[in-house]
């Protein structure tokens, strides 16, 4: 299995690909991928860079172009495909039919991955997008079941990559409008969720509150931990109780269905953060490399070591974890 | 304001809640009567949903018919298991009528039978190019994104005439905002119980589960996995902007009370006769229209300023 690791920044990617990242991935400077943060992400000319080390390692990169054109950009985007193809990236990560026909048919020799923004949930979905648009592998949403993966990859015409590590979006990727809703941005038009610039945090005596553009999210008692206003990660009000309504802060962590992975032919694990430090990256990429290599080596007695696990939830959200909806009960 | 092009039809969308049986039937039995032109039945939602088989959608569909609406059927947004895709195969193959297709699955089931199809809002149809591979696919009428603005969607319009898609565009005009799906049921979370054990308490909510922050401001609506706005969305002082873009039909979704007047209001409005701005009149729940003006979706232009 391949392990594929997030680069928001050219320390970061290399970071990854000397702690033993099999792949990376990155996006450029503008609204074309799903992680637009201030600071973030690649200049054509780093992307040069990057691109040439992680290939003088003999490491792959992908090229995130994954948010959706918008009827004033249309040459935004494909801008950005011609522009990876130039670089030479390995594979295009796109999501949105329009780009994904434009890359078939200007740059058919270069792979195309279908995004986690790009929601395909059955094998019925992934045969779509590989007849219309020849993808080569798809990135599936975080929505589905140990049970439903195992169902979709008897099936699946393509390569499968399945999110291994970090935050966790709870709502099907790609088809999720409560960031737009509160804010105006939104994953699909602008890559976006709950974007930084509508956030405020406040002193108040009912304690520290946190706003996305004015709606109260969260407020936190003395000496708790205060968590970055995701507005699907707040405390709300239903039918009387106050709670996390929708998920609590926590991270995904399928260090434990490696072997059950492995074992249904999945492709490639996935971190997710680019808007994460070079540093986290590097601790990630470094125990999900161990993790796999014990994998290889004897996939019958794989056993998460317990340091893992402990590295892992240490740079967690809320520093707990979670096997998310691949297991059932999380529902 | 007279316009020279036809004002829009109005559809009723599917019913996003779930409801009894009774219900459902009392419902129809008075759309019959109603002034819309179309009438998207099924279960969007939740695959647990079961009081209604697809069957009984097909009687009240005939029966709709004959009353001289056009039926569409609409697929489940989110496929997660081989038994969804069962009924979502019995669904595309019902025979009579046409398929609102809201995911890939329907759209490869579709298009590979050559059937024709409407093509849902969370498709995410944002440009040209995409509808572009939607016509060729066999797609009939499209819905627009949800957070699409009036500006984006005026533009869009026009390229796709100049592109060659010239099929016909609806708009999310009245009713609380699809915004999420998620594989999670929040009303069973609501409730302490696992999504396999739900007890289907969803249909204790004919309207939804209102989310509010902690200072009682209506945020979301939880129904099921689905995720709706606070605020209901009500566009009905837009339609003759509508007409003059080129917007084809207005969708309303349907509310457990009070549908009649909603659907009075809008026809009164399609033929140019506007009751004084009074967006509470409708209904007892805060009014936004946001993105209609390209800003965040739950702003109100009606009550506040900029």
Known sequence: MELVCPAGNLPALKRAVNEGADAVYFGFQNTTNARQFAGLNFTDKRAHEGIDYAHAHGKRVFCAINTYPQPDGWQQWTRAVDQAVELGVDALILADMGLLDYATRHHPNVARHLSVQGSATSHEALKFYHEQFGIKRAVLPRVLSITQVRDLAKQTPVELEVFAFGSLCIMAEGRCYLSSYLTGESPNTRGVCSPAAHVRWEETPQGLESRLNGVLIDRYADGERAGYPTLCKGRFEVDGETYHAIEEPTSLNTLELLPELKGLGISAVKIEGRQRSPAYVSKVASIWRQALDRLEEAPDRFHPDSAWMAGLAELSEGATTTLGAYERRWK | MPSTTQSPQISLGPVLYYWTR????????????????????????????????????????????????????????????????????????????????????????????????????????????????????????????????????????????????????????????????????????????????????????????????????????????????????????ELSAMTEMGVSVARLSPRATGMAEVVNAFDQARHGKLPAPDPLALVDAEMCDGYWYGRPGMDNSRTQAG
């Open chain 2, 22 to 237: 009774e219900h459902y039937a009392d419902f129809y039995r008075e759309a019959a009567d109603w002034p819309v032109d179309i009438v998207t039945l099924g279960e969007t939602v939740c695959s647990r949903r079961r009081d209604m088989k697809l069957d009984d959608w097909l009687g009240i569909g005939r029966e709709l018919s004959q009353s001289g609406k056009q039926v569409v059927l609409a697929s489940q947004t989110l496929i997660e298991s081989e038994a969804d895709l069962r009924d979502l195969r019995k669904l595309c193959d019902n025979g009579d009528f046409i398929v609102e297709a809201n995911d890939q699955s329907a759209l490869q089931r579709l298009s590979s039978a050559r059937l024709p199809f409407i093509a849902g809002a969370a498709l995410n149809l944002y440009n040209p190019a995409t509808l572009g591979v939607m016509a060729r696919a066999g797609m009939q009428r499209w819905q627009v994104p949800v957070e699409m603005s009036r500006e984006d969607l005026a533009r869009l319009i026009d390229d796709c005439h100049q592109t060659g898609v010239s099929q016909p565009c609806e708009v999310f005009a009245y009713g609380h905002l699809p915004l999420a799906w998620s594989s999670r049921c929040f009303t069973a979370r609501r409730h302490q119980k696992p999504k396999d054990r739900c007890q289907f308490v969803c249909q204790q909510y004919p309207e939804g589960l209102a989310l509010r922050s902690q200072e009682a401001h209506d945020v979301f609506t939880l129904n099921g996995i689905q995720t709706l706005s606070g605020a209901c969305q009500d566009l009905r002082h």
